[in-house]
């Protein structure tokens, strides 16, 4: 499975952004796809996650209320809709997949990055 993020950029504090992520490859045997992000000089931390088969949503604490995310099968991506922005959201933003009777996110893209001013 192959996954390319892309979306990033810089915005205001407030703002708003949408990440994507296209899978390709083996897209029939992935079973949640995940987003992490990583702040300069802090360890990845998850952002959010969803099952394939729709639902399931997963949030970190941090982006509950202002993150969505969401997918299309048909287009084989996932997407992660940045909403109010804060600066402590600037980082890299990268998507992952966990594939079916796996338990840890193998697949992995490239980040995008997200910067967010104040």
């Known amino acids: 499975v192959q996954l390319q993020a892309s979306g990033g950029g810089s915005v205001q504090a407030g703002g708003s952004l949408r990440l994507s992520c296209a899978a390709s490859?083996?897209?029939?045997?992935?079973?949640?796809m995940g987003w992490f992000r990583q702040a300069p000089g802090k360890e990845r931390e998850f952002v959010a996650s969803?099952?394939?088969?729709?639902?399931?949503?997963s949030y970190a604490d941090s982006v509950l209320g202002r993150f969505i995310v969401s997918r299309d099968n048909a287009k084989n991506t996932v997407y992660l809709q940045l909403n109010r922005l804060k600066p402590e959201d600037t980082g890299s933003y990268y998507c992952a997949t966990k594939l079916i009777g796996t338990d840890r996110y193998g697949f992995w893209g490239q980040g995008t990055l997200v910067t967010v001013s104040s």
């Open positions: 490859g083996r897209t029939d045997s992935t079973y949640v």
């Open positions: 969803i099952r394939r088969s729709g639902g399931y949503e």
